[in-house]
Protein backbone atom coordinates (compact mmCIF):
# COMPACT_ATOMS: atom_id res chain seq x y z
CA UNK A 1 0.00 0.00 0.00
CA UNK A 2 1.38 2.88 -0.74
CA UNK A 3 2.34 5.74 2.11
CA UNK A 4 -0.09 8.66 3.12
CA UNK A 5 2.65 11.70 2.35
CA UNK A 6 2.45 15.15 4.13
CA UNK A 7 4.18 18.07 2.45
CA UNK A 8 5.62 20.34 4.87
CA UNK A 9 6.97 20.35 8.64
CA UNK A 10 5.05 23.81 10.19
CA UNK A 11 2.31 23.43 12.55
CA UNK A 12 -0.01 21.97 9.44
CA UNK A 13 2.11 19.47 8.42
CA UNK A 14 3.58 17.90 12.15
CA UNK A 15 -0.18 18.58 13.38
CA UNK A 16 -2.05 16.30 11.18
CA UNK A 17 0.89 13.84 11.63
CA UNK A 18 0.84 13.56 15.16
CA UNK A 19 -3.31 13.70 15.23
CA UNK A 20 -3.10 10.61 12.59
CA UNK A 21 -0.69 8.78 14.75
CA UNK A 22 -3.59 9.12 17.59
CA UNK A 23 -5.73 7.28 15.64
CA UNK A 24 -3.38 4.42 13.57
CA UNK A 25 0.09 3.78 14.70
CA UNK A 26 0.80 1.39 11.55
CA UNK A 27 -0.28 3.30 8.02
CA UNK A 28 3.44 4.35 6.18
CA UNK A 29 3.67 7.91 6.31
CA UNK A 30 5.85 10.17 4.58
CA UNK A 31 6.75 13.64 5.43
CA UNK A 32 8.64 16.09 3.19
CA UNK A 33 10.14 19.43 3.87
CA UNK A 34 12.03 21.65 1.74
CA UNK A 35 13.47 22.88 5.45
CA UNK A 36 15.25 21.59 8.63
CA UNK A 37 11.95 19.90 9.73
CA UNK A 38 12.77 20.74 13.25
CA UNK A 39 9.19 21.13 14.90
CA UNK A 40 8.96 24.72 16.11
CA UNK A 41 6.32 27.23 17.44
CA UNK A 42 6.14 29.93 14.67
CA UNK A 43 4.49 32.34 16.88
CA UNK A 44 7.68 32.47 18.97
CA UNK A 45 9.69 34.03 16.20
CA UNK A 46 8.31 37.53 16.74
CA UNK A 47 9.37 37.55 20.39
CA UNK A 48 12.42 35.82 20.36
CA UNK A 49 14.49 38.39 20.16
CA UNK A 50 14.32 40.28 23.65
CA UNK A 51 14.29 36.80 25.09
CA UNK A 52 17.73 36.73 23.60
CA UNK A 53 17.05 32.76 21.63
CA UNK A 54 18.89 32.37 18.55
CA UNK A 55 16.96 29.90 15.68
CA UNK A 56 18.55 26.92 16.99
CA UNK A 57 17.03 27.52 20.51
CA UNK A 58 13.44 28.12 19.42
CA UNK A 59 13.31 24.23 17.74
CA UNK A 60 11.28 22.23 20.48
CA UNK A 61 12.41 18.53 18.80
CA UNK A 62 15.01 18.40 16.06
CA UNK A 63 13.95 16.13 13.11
CA UNK A 64 15.46 13.07 14.10
CA UNK A 65 13.39 13.17 16.70
CA UNK A 66 10.15 13.61 15.08
CA UNK A 67 11.33 10.94 12.52
CA UNK A 68 10.89 8.56 15.73
CA UNK A 69 7.92 9.78 17.79
CA UNK A 70 5.84 10.12 14.08
CA UNK A 71 7.00 6.31 12.80
CA UNK A 72 7.90 8.10 9.91
CA UNK A 73 10.27 8.30 6.64
CA UNK A 74 11.33 11.91 7.01
CA UNK A 75 12.89 13.68 4.18
CA UNK A 76 13.96 16.86 5.34
CA UNK A 77 15.48 20.08 3.21
CA UNK A 78 13.76 18.28 -0.03
CA UNK A 79 11.59 20.62 -1.99
CA UNK A 80 8.05 19.04 -3.93
CA UNK A 81 8.71 20.08 -7.07
CA UNK A 82 5.71 18.77 -9.39
CA UNK A 83 2.94 16.54 -7.97
CA UNK A 84 0.68 14.45 -10.72
CA UNK A 85 -2.45 13.60 -9.50
CA UNK A 86 -3.73 11.01 -11.99
CA UNK A 87 -0.53 8.91 -10.98
CA UNK A 88 -0.53 9.58 -7.30
CA UNK A 89 3.37 10.70 -7.21
CA UNK A 90 4.82 13.66 -6.39
CA UNK A 91 8.51 14.71 -7.86
CA UNK A 92 11.02 15.69 -4.84
CA UNK A 93 14.38 16.65 -6.69
CA UNK A 94 15.58 13.70 -7.84
CA UNK A 95 13.06 11.30 -6.16
CA UNK A 96 9.27 9.84 -7.39
CA UNK A 97 7.58 9.45 -4.55
CA UNK A 98 4.25 7.72 -4.72
CA UNK A 99 0.97 8.17 -2.55
CA UNK A 100 -2.25 6.91 -1.51
CA UNK A 101 -3.44 10.14 0.05
CA UNK A 102 -1.49 13.77 0.16
CA UNK A 103 -1.69 16.51 2.19
CA UNK A 104 -0.68 19.84 1.29
CA UNK A 105 0.66 21.66 4.40
CA UNK A 106 2.27 24.29 2.19
CA UNK A 107 2.47 27.45 4.04
CA UNK A 108 2.86 30.74 2.75
CA UNK A 109 5.75 33.45 1.48
CA UNK A 110 5.54 36.66 2.43
CA UNK A 111 4.44 39.63 0.26
CA UNK A 112 7.31 41.63 -1.03
CA UNK A 113 6.55 45.27 -2.04
CA UNK A 114 7.53 46.65 -4.85
CA UNK A 115 10.25 48.97 -4.19
CA UNK A 116 12.49 51.37 -6.11
CA UNK A 117 15.99 51.79 -5.62
CA UNK A 118 19.13 50.39 -4.68
CA UNK A 119 18.36 49.03 -1.67
CA UNK A 120 15.52 46.90 -2.33
CA UNK A 121 17.22 43.63 -1.92
CA UNK A 122 18.11 44.33 1.54
CA UNK A 123 14.27 43.87 2.80
CA UNK A 124 13.96 40.87 5.18
CA UNK A 125 11.43 39.12 5.93
CA UNK A 126 10.41 36.77 9.19
CA UNK A 127 8.69 33.79 7.86
CA UNK A 128 10.59 30.31 9.14
CA UNK A 129 13.72 29.67 11.31
CA UNK A 130 16.13 29.87 8.40
CA UNK A 131 14.76 33.59 8.01
CA UNK A 132 15.25 33.96 11.58
CA UNK A 133 18.66 33.28 11.89
CA UNK A 134 19.44 35.78 8.96
CA UNK A 135 17.65 38.28 10.52
CA UNK A 136 19.31 37.84 13.70
CA UNK A 137 22.47 38.10 12.01
CA UNK A 138 21.90 40.39 9.67
CA UNK A 139 20.52 43.57 11.94
CA UNK A 140 23.08 43.61 14.22
CA UNK A 141 22.97 44.65 17.89
CA UNK A 142 21.50 47.97 18.93
CA UNK A 143 21.18 49.46 15.39
CA UNK A 144 17.71 50.96 13.52
CA UNK A 145 15.51 48.88 12.07
CA UNK A 146 12.41 49.49 10.25
CA UNK A 147 9.29 47.97 10.28
CA UNK A 148 6.81 47.49 6.92
CA UNK A 149 3.26 46.59 8.03
CA UNK A 150 1.74 47.58 11.19
CA UNK A 151 -0.17 44.19 11.17
CA UNK A 152 -0.42 41.71 14.05
CA UNK A 153 3.28 40.27 13.04
CA UNK A 154 4.68 43.80 12.22
CA UNK A 155 3.49 45.54 15.62
CA UNK A 156 4.95 42.15 17.41
CA UNK A 157 8.19 42.80 15.95
CA UNK A 158 8.34 46.28 16.66
CA UNK A 159 7.76 46.02 20.12
CA UNK A 160 10.19 43.01 20.37
CA UNK A 161 13.09 44.65 18.92
CA UNK A 162 12.32 47.63 20.89
CA UNK A 163 12.41 45.67 23.72
CA UNK A 164 15.91 44.04 22.87
CA UNK A 165 17.25 47.36 22.68
CA UNK A 166 17.17 48.20 18.71
CA UNK A 167 16.01 52.02 17.32
CA UNK A 168 12.72 51.16 15.78
CA UNK A 169 10.74 52.69 13.01
CA UNK A 170 7.14 51.28 11.99
CA UNK A 171 5.48 52.16 8.45
CA UNK A 172 2.20 51.30 7.11
CA UNK A 173 -0.01 52.73 4.32
CA UNK A 174 -3.00 52.51 7.12
CA UNK A 175 -3.93 55.34 9.93
CA UNK A 176 -4.02 52.85 12.68
CA UNK A 177 -2.31 49.90 13.71
CA UNK A 178 -3.89 46.40 13.25
CA UNK A 179 -6.27 47.92 11.36
CA UNK A 180 -7.81 44.71 10.27
CA UNK A 181 -7.95 43.04 13.74
CA UNK A 182 -8.85 46.01 16.14
CA UNK A 183 -11.55 48.92 16.25
CA UNK A 184 -9.90 52.93 16.13
CA UNK A 185 -10.51 53.54 19.85
CA UNK A 186 -8.17 50.41 20.97
CA UNK A 187 -6.04 50.76 18.13
CA UNK A 188 -4.94 54.42 18.97
CA UNK A 189 -4.24 52.71 22.90
CA UNK A 190 -2.18 49.87 20.88
CA UNK A 191 -0.26 52.59 19.15
CA UNK A 192 0.63 55.45 22.09
CA UNK A 193 1.42 51.96 24.16
CA UNK A 194 4.29 51.20 21.25
CA UNK A 195 5.31 54.73 21.01
CA UNK A 196 5.86 55.11 24.77
CA UNK A 197 7.76 51.95 24.69
CA UNK A 198 10.22 53.84 22.00
CA UNK A 199 8.18 52.95 18.47
CA UNK A 200 8.08 55.87 15.84
CA UNK A 201 4.92 55.80 13.55
CA UNK A 202 4.90 56.27 10.02
CA UNK A 203 1.08 55.78 9.43
CA UNK A 204 -0.89 56.45 6.21
CA UNK A 205 2.51 56.71 4.51
CA UNK A 206 3.29 54.18 1.42
CA UNK A 207 6.63 53.12 0.94
CA UNK A 208 8.18 53.92 -2.33
CA UNK A 209 11.81 53.44 -2.43
CA UNK A 210 14.89 52.04 -0.76
CA UNK A 211 18.10 53.43 -1.37
CA UNK A 212 21.77 52.94 0.09
CA UNK A 213 23.56 55.65 1.54
CA UNK A 214 26.56 54.94 2.77
CA UNK A 215 26.85 51.92 5.11
CA UNK A 216 23.02 52.70 6.11
CA UNK A 217 19.74 52.67 4.25
CA UNK A 218 17.36 55.17 2.65
CA UNK A 219 13.50 54.12 3.38
CA UNK A 220 11.65 56.82 0.80
CA UNK A 221 7.91 57.51 1.21
CA UNK A 222 5.45 58.35 -1.58
CA UNK A 223 4.72 61.69 0.19
CA UNK A 224 8.53 62.88 -0.24
CA UNK A 225 9.53 62.32 3.08
CA UNK A 226 12.29 59.80 4.32
CA UNK A 227 13.72 58.19 7.02
CA UNK A 228 17.30 56.67 7.80
CA UNK A 229 17.48 52.94 8.89
CA UNK A 230 20.50 50.20 8.83
CA UNK A 231 17.53 47.55 8.07
CA UNK A 232 14.33 47.25 6.91
CA UNK A 233 12.46 43.98 8.06
CA UNK A 234 9.01 43.89 5.98
CA UNK A 235 5.51 42.30 7.56
CA UNK A 236 3.03 43.22 4.89
CA UNK A 237 1.00 39.64 4.56
CA UNK A 238 1.34 36.53 3.10
CA UNK A 239 0.56 34.77 -0.04
CA UNK A 240 -0.80 31.32 0.46
CA UNK A 241 1.85 28.98 -1.42
CA UNK A 242 -0.68 27.71 -4.58
CA UNK A 243 1.62 27.16 -7.43
CA UNK A 244 2.49 23.50 -6.78
CA UNK A 245 -1.38 22.70 -6.80
CA UNK A 246 -1.99 24.98 -9.57
CA UNK A 247 0.04 23.73 -11.96
CA UNK A 248 -1.09 20.07 -11.10
CA UNK A 249 -4.53 21.17 -12.00
CA UNK A 250 -6.14 21.72 -8.58
CA UNK A 251 -8.71 24.30 -8.03
CA UNK A 252 -6.80 27.16 -6.65
CA UNK A 253 -8.57 30.75 -5.72
CA UNK A 254 -6.73 32.79 -2.92
CA UNK A 255 -5.69 29.49 -1.47
CA UNK A 256 -5.90 25.98 -2.67
CA UNK A 257 -9.21 25.83 -2.35
CA UNK A 258 -11.04 22.51 -0.01
CA UNK A 259 -14.03 21.68 1.37
CA UNK A 260 -14.58 21.64 5.09
CA UNK A 261 -13.25 17.66 5.06
CA UNK A 262 -9.92 19.15 3.77
CA UNK A 263 -10.57 17.47 0.85
CA UNK A 264 -9.20 19.45 -2.63
CA UNK A 265 -10.83 19.44 -6.07
CA UNK A 266 -9.19 15.90 -6.07
CA UNK A 267 -10.25 13.33 -3.72
CA UNK A 268 -6.82 12.26 -2.68
CA UNK A 269 -5.78 15.58 -2.16
CA UNK A 270 -5.73 17.67 1.01
CA UNK A 271 -4.82 21.04 2.76
CA UNK A 272 -4.73 22.72 5.25
CA UNK A 273 -2.62 25.39 7.45
CA UNK A 274 -1.83 28.80 5.32
CA UNK A 275 -1.61 27.32 1.77
CA UNK A 276 -5.71 26.23 2.28
CA UNK A 277 -8.58 28.34 1.42
CA UNK A 278 -11.26 26.04 3.44
CA UNK A 279 -14.68 26.61 2.45
CA UNK A 280 -13.75 29.82 1.49
CA UNK A 281 -11.59 30.93 4.11
CA UNK A 282 -7.93 31.61 4.54
CA UNK A 283 -7.55 31.44 8.31
CA UNK A 284 -3.74 31.53 8.59
CA UNK A 285 -3.67 31.14 12.78
CA UNK A 286 -2.59 28.65 15.00
CA UNK A 287 -5.99 27.67 16.18
CA UNK A 288 -7.90 27.13 12.68
CA UNK A 289 -4.91 24.81 12.12
CA UNK A 290 -5.03 22.68 14.93
CA UNK A 291 -9.21 21.83 14.68
CA UNK A 292 -8.23 21.13 10.60
CA UNK A 293 -5.52 18.68 11.99
CA UNK A 294 -7.78 16.93 13.87
CA UNK A 295 -10.77 17.05 11.53
CA UNK A 296 -8.07 15.57 8.80
CA UNK A 297 -6.67 12.87 10.50
CA UNK A 298 -10.55 11.30 11.12
CA UNK A 299 -10.60 11.61 7.39
CA UNK A 300 -7.27 10.51 6.66
CA UNK A 301 -8.32 7.37 8.55
CA UNK A 302 -11.36 6.60 6.82
CA UNK A 303 -14.20 8.73 8.99
CA UNK A 304 -14.76 11.35 7.38
CA UNK A 305 -15.33 14.73 9.55
CA UNK A 306 -15.96 17.96 8.51
CA UNK A 307 -13.71 20.82 10.89
CA UNK A 308 -15.93 23.19 12.34
CA UNK A 309 -14.52 26.24 13.68
CA UNK A 310 -15.43 27.72 17.54
CA UNK A 311 -14.74 31.20 18.37
CA UNK A 312 -10.95 31.67 17.57
CA UNK A 313 -8.96 34.03 19.87
CA UNK A 314 -5.44 35.34 18.60
CA UNK A 315 -3.38 36.52 21.17
CA UNK A 316 -0.96 39.38 20.01
CA UNK A 317 2.08 39.23 21.88
CA UNK A 318 2.87 42.97 22.56
CA UNK A 319 3.81 43.28 25.88
CA UNK A 320 3.20 47.05 25.78
CA UNK A 321 -0.24 46.47 25.40
CA UNK A 322 -1.24 42.63 25.84
CA UNK A 323 -4.02 42.34 23.81
CA UNK A 324 -6.73 39.61 22.66
CA UNK A 325 -9.04 39.40 19.13
CA UNK A 326 -11.49 37.00 18.22
CA UNK A 327 -12.25 38.69 15.09
CA UNK A 328 -15.93 38.57 13.83
CA UNK A 329 -16.56 35.74 11.12
CA UNK A 330 -16.35 37.76 7.79
CA UNK A 331 -19.23 38.73 6.25
CA UNK A 332 -21.05 39.26 9.90
CA UNK A 333 -22.88 42.45 10.37
CA UNK A 334 -23.01 44.23 13.51
CA UNK A 335 -21.00 47.35 14.78
CA UNK A 336 -18.61 47.69 17.73
CA UNK A 337 -19.37 49.16 20.77
CA UNK A 338 -16.42 50.30 23.10
CA UNK A 339 -16.21 49.96 27.06
CA UNK A 340 -13.03 51.40 28.47
CA UNK A 341 -11.87 50.03 32.33
CA UNK A 342 -9.35 50.44 34.69
CA UNK A 343 -6.53 49.61 32.78
CA UNK A 344 -7.78 48.61 29.43
CA UNK A 345 -10.25 48.24 27.30
CA UNK A 346 -13.04 45.77 25.79
CA UNK A 347 -15.07 46.03 22.47
CA UNK A 348 -17.77 43.95 21.67
CA UNK A 349 -18.88 43.59 17.73
CA UNK A 350 -22.54 42.62 18.27
CA UNK A 351 -25.38 42.28 15.77
CA UNK A 352 -28.76 44.33 15.81
CA UNK A 353 -30.33 41.86 18.58
CA UNK A 354 -27.01 42.34 20.80
CA UNK A 355 -25.56 39.03 20.37
CA UNK A 356 -22.06 39.17 21.00
CA UNK A 357 -20.26 38.17 16.78
CA UNK A 358 -16.45 39.30 18.00
CA UNK A 359 -14.57 41.12 20.35
CA UNK A 360 -11.37 42.77 21.48
CA UNK A 361 -9.47 43.50 24.65
CA UNK A 362 -6.58 45.36 25.81
CA UNK A 363 -4.71 45.69 28.95
CA UNK A 364 -6.62 44.24 32.15
CA UNK A 365 -9.77 43.82 30.12
CA UNK A 366 -7.82 40.65 28.44
CA UNK A 367 -8.99 38.65 31.92
CA UNK A 368 -12.53 38.89 30.45
CA UNK A 369 -11.61 36.20 27.14
CA UNK A 370 -13.15 33.53 29.21
CA UNK A 371 -15.88 34.93 29.54
CA UNK A 372 -16.67 36.27 26.36
CA UNK A 373 -15.89 33.32 24.84
CA UNK A 374 -18.67 31.72 26.58
CA UNK A 375 -20.96 33.87 24.62
CA UNK A 376 -19.74 33.81 21.66
CA UNK A 377 -22.20 31.88 18.64
CA UNK A 378 -21.44 27.66 19.02
CA UNK A 379 -18.89 26.07 16.43
CA UNK A 380 -20.85 25.47 13.32
CA UNK A 381 -21.84 21.95 13.56
CA UNK A 382 -20.15 19.01 11.29
C1 LIG B 1 6.22 35.90 13.07
C2 LIG B 1 4.89 35.19 13.13
C3 LIG B 1 4.15 35.23 14.31
C4 LIG B 1 2.92 34.61 14.37
N1 LIG B 1 2.20 34.67 15.53
C5 LIG B 1 1.01 34.04 15.60
C6 LIG B 1 0.25 34.05 16.81
O1 LIG B 1 0.63 34.67 17.80
N2 LIG B 1 -0.92 33.35 16.86
C7 LIG B 1 -1.40 32.67 15.77
O2 LIG B 1 -2.46 32.05 15.85
N3 LIG B 1 -0.69 32.64 14.60
C8 LIG B 1 0.49 33.29 14.50
N4 LIG B 1 1.20 33.25 13.33
C9 LIG B 1 0.67 32.44 12.21
C10 LIG B 1 0.97 30.95 12.44
O3 LIG B 1 2.25 30.81 12.99
C11 LIG B 1 0.85 30.23 11.10
O4 LIG B 1 -0.50 30.31 10.70
C12 LIG B 1 1.28 28.76 11.13
O5 LIG B 1 2.48 28.58 11.82
C13 LIG B 1 1.38 28.23 9.69
O6 LIG B 1 1.74 26.88 9.71
P1 LIG B 1 1.81 26.05 8.34
O7 LIG B 1 2.25 24.69 8.73
O8 LIG B 1 0.58 26.24 7.56
O9 LIG B 1 2.96 26.79 7.49
P2 LIG B 1 4.54 26.80 7.69
O10 LIG B 1 4.91 26.80 9.12
O11 LIG B 1 5.04 27.92 6.85
O12 LIG B 1 5.04 25.43 7.08
C14 LIG B 1 5.12 25.20 5.71
C15 LIG B 1 5.99 23.99 5.48
O13 LIG B 1 5.93 23.61 4.11
C16 LIG B 1 7.24 23.38 3.63
N5 LIG B 1 7.19 23.55 2.18
C17 LIG B 1 6.71 24.58 1.47
N6 LIG B 1 6.79 24.33 0.14
C18 LIG B 1 7.34 23.12 0.02
C19 LIG B 1 7.68 22.31 -1.09
N7 LIG B 1 7.43 22.69 -2.36
N8 LIG B 1 8.25 21.09 -0.87
C20 LIG B 1 8.49 20.67 0.39
N9 LIG B 1 8.15 21.40 1.49
C21 LIG B 1 7.60 22.61 1.30
C22 LIG B 1 8.09 24.38 4.39
O14 LIG B 1 9.46 24.02 4.36
C23 LIG B 1 7.46 24.23 5.78
O15 LIG B 1 7.98 23.10 6.43
C24 LIG B 1 2.42 33.90 13.24
C25 LIG B 1 3.17 33.87 12.06
C26 LIG B 1 4.39 34.51 12.00
C27 LIG B 1 5.19 34.48 10.71
Redesign the pocket.
Same mark, same amino acid.
Given at each position: MNPIVI?? /??? &??YNTARELRKLDREVPLVI????A?GFYS??M??NALAAGKTAHQLVIKAAAAMREELRATLIER /????ALDAATHRIR &?DARDIAYSKLVL &????DPIRLALAGDGAGAVMS???LDDYARFRAGIGAGRRVAVLGAG??GC??ANDLALAGYSVDVADIADQPLARLLPPGLADAMRDALAAAGVRWHLGKRAAALNKRGAALLLCFDDGTEIETDSVLSAVGLAP?TS?ARIAGLAVNRGIVVDRFLRSSDPDIYA????AEVDRQVL????P?MHASRALACTLTGKDKAVAYPAMP??V?TPALPTVVCAPAPGASGSWQIETLEGGAAARYVDGAGRLLGFALTGAACAMKNRLLTEMPPARPD
Open positions: VG /TGL &AGVSADAKPLS /TSVA &A &ALGAVNDLIEFRLLGDCPFVMIVVK
